[in-house]
């Protein structure tokens, strides 16, 4: 989970802490809300872990590392952490969040984005805002970079999905236009550079930049890249990649226009609520923003952000208290989500209940559900104060009997002198299939998007994986004995279109004997563990399963030296002396033998 790193004094500051107030009194703090404190440490001691080397310069002030859950994206910043905190402590209420202007399609007060049709098949995209007469200092000014960082790398996933630009408006005019160009065609200065350079050249340029080369392949191949440009033809930036230089933002910046370039509008603007509500703080009108208008490339019309219509989760009161075991009115309900950023909240009846409907904050993108009111509301209300109840139906938990017949197996099979391994689970096709001298009979569960051609499909065998381990391992000394129990995946008509079968798999491999008869004693070892009896002469026991070996037909195996296995006249297996072309396909030179078979008709 993301880690938010914030000088003590700084966050003592923005919580109104008093000096008294301990490290260890905060930890208890992080704990009721729901996050932890990591770790204390200073920046000479992360210069230290970092480099191994000292700085003469560092400071040796506290810094708190705090653990942020995943999902929270607006307490990746000192701003949005210390407002839920106070809020949570009820030292503060609830922020107000609103707009400026007026959010209609037709106020052309608003500063306007115009989408061209040429960017819609790259990232098509875009919503913004602005800061108006914000007031920046340094530690707030490090904050605003710092977080649209943390957010590039949680939520945007690298600038993959989701990408922020931010701009001094005051350097530039709008109406503004997002297009896609070539990159030849695309000439600026980019951020922190006086050179002007056109798309390709800056690619050439970034390639030796440490923190921004790993973002080059996700435009590089493009023919076109986007462009965001002002009325002037000034380029804003290059999402996702860099801005311009023209108009970065300083701590001196009194207007920021925020731009957010995605691939999927939900994420756009759960990007775009983050920050402007952590930093609209910092406004001369506090927790107000001003909306930008986006005409579309098919010509309809957007304005973000949307504050002026918040999401409103309803949830009955029974279930609030049936999923937190509790037994709280309607108020007290409403005052405990109060501390955790909800409201304005209004009741209703219905029937003999109370519907709830509560107004989710634009900084809580997390809430979709009553579901996660309910968890809201058990984080208010303490954990550890939650009632204990003794559940109404009573369970034993077990090991899956599959699992516990897998690990028996893998026991009497390495007391008999096996060694174990684990493989991959994908493969390519032509190893799964080709390379066992096999016909692809359409049975294997397809990757649609393979890294490459050794992952192509879920196997349907382990004898890749033994042998391909087995190839790896040529330098070790003879006789080697490997074994694995586990799942292979064939395609099936359920719902997954896919299942799972446990399979167990064992080779004996030598430099002056194939072994076969090594690997049949195996094969009658784990029968005899399983308390499978052999079937004699068409005898069967009464209670038990039998098994039988009858001559095979597997081309991956040596003719007349091979067998199919058979329990209760049903085909589960086969063994015998591996072909010397499949040995040939893995590079191996001695004989080997090998068995393999299904063991979930043993459960």
């Not at 349907?460 to 586990?486: D, I, Q, R, Y």
Request: hydrophobic share 40%; aromatic share 6%; glycine share 6%.
């Amino acid at each position: 989970m993301p880690v938010v790193s914030i000088a003590k004094k700084l966050l003592w500051q923005a919580l109104q802490l008093p000096e008294s107030f301990t490290r260890e009194n905060f930890d208890e703090l992080c704990f009721q809300f729901g996050i932890e404190l990591d770790d204390v440490t200073t920046e000479r001691e992360m210069v230290r872990k970092n480099t191994g080397a000292e700085k003469a310069d560092a400071s040796e002030e506290e810094i708190y590392k705090i653990e942020i859950p995943a999902n929270r994206y607006d307490l990746l910043c000192v701003e949005g952490l210390s407002s839920a905190l106070n809020i949570f402590r009820q030292v503060s209420k609830c922020p107000q969040y609103r707009l400026l202007e007026k959010p209609e399609t037709s106020n052309d007060k608003l500063q306007t984005i115009r989408v061209d049709k040429s960017v819609s098949a790259i990232r098509g995209v875009v919503v913004g805002c602005v800061l108006r007469n914000i007031t920046f200092d340094d530690a707030s000014y490090n904050s605003f970079i710092e977080l649209q960082e943390k957010l590039h790398q949680n939520i945007c996933r690298k600038r993959t999905l989701v990408s922020i630009g931010t701009h001094d408006l005051d350097t530039i005019q709008g109406p503004f236009l997002y297009s896609a160009q070539p990159p030849k065609e695309i000439k600026f200065a980019p951020l922190d550079n006086t050179t002007v350079f056109d798309g390709v050249q800056l690619m050439e340029h970034l390639d030796g930049h440490l923190q921004l080369r790993k973002y080059l392949p996700i435009i590089r191949d493009s023919p076109v890249y986007p462009v965001i440009t002002d009325a002037k033809g000034v380029v804003l930036s290059l999402p996702p990649i860099i801005n311009g230089n023209h108009s970065k933002i300083t701590i001196n910046t009194k207007n920021v226009f925020i731009e957010v370039t995605a691939v999927d509008r939900t994420k756009a603007l759960v990007v775009l609520d983050t920050i402007a509500a952590a930093f609209s703080q910092h406004c001369a009108t506090p927790f107000a923003v001003e909306p930008v208008r986006v005409i579309e490339a098919d010509g309809s019309i957007n304005v973000a952000p949307t504050w002026d219509r918040p999401h409103v989760c309803e949830s009955k009161l029974s279930y609030l208290n049936g999923v937190c075991g509790l037994s709280l009115s309607a108020d007290e309900v409403t005052q405990l989500l109060a501390k955790m950023g909800h409201g304005p909240i209004t009741q209703s009846a219905a029937g003999s209940d109370v519907t709830l409907h509560v107004t989710v904050p634009p900084t809580r993108s997390d809430v979709l559900h009553p579901c996660d009111l309910a968890e809201d509301l058990a984080i208010s209300y303490g954990f550890n104060k939650l009632p204990r109840i003794l559940p109404k139906t009573v369970t034993a938990g077990k090991q899956l009997p599959l699992n516990k017949l897998s690990d028996s197996i893998r026991a009497e099979v390495a007391q008999h002198g096996y060694t174990e391994i684990l493989s991959l689970i994908l493969c390519g096709r032509e190893e799964n299939f080709g390379h066992l001298n096999r016909a692809d009979d359409g049975s294997a569960a397809i990757i649609s998007n393979p890294i490459g051609t050794e992952f192509q499909i879920v196997r349907t065998t382990l004898l890749v994986g033994l042998l391909k381990t087995l190839h790896s391992n040529k330098a070790m000394p003879l006789p080697l004995k490997l074994f694995e129990v586990s799942d292979v995946v064939f395609q099936h008509p359920n719902d997954v279109g896919a299942r799972n079968r446990r399979m167990f798999a064992a080779l004996f491999c030598d430099r002056d004997t194939a072994g076969f008869e090594k690997i049949h004693g195996l094969l009658d070892r784990v029968m005899l563990a399983l308390d499978v009896v052999p079937e004699l002469s068409g005898a069967v026991v009464p209670g038990k399963h039998s098994y039988k070996i009858a001559p095979s037909e597997d081309p991956t195996f040596f003719p007349g030296r091979r067998a199919d296995i058979f329990v209760d006249g049903k085909k589960i297996g086969v063994f015998g002396i591996v072909h010397p072309a499949v040995l040939k396909n893995f590079e191996i030179r001695n004989p080997v033998t090998a068995i393999e078979m299904s063991i979930e008709e043993f459960v």
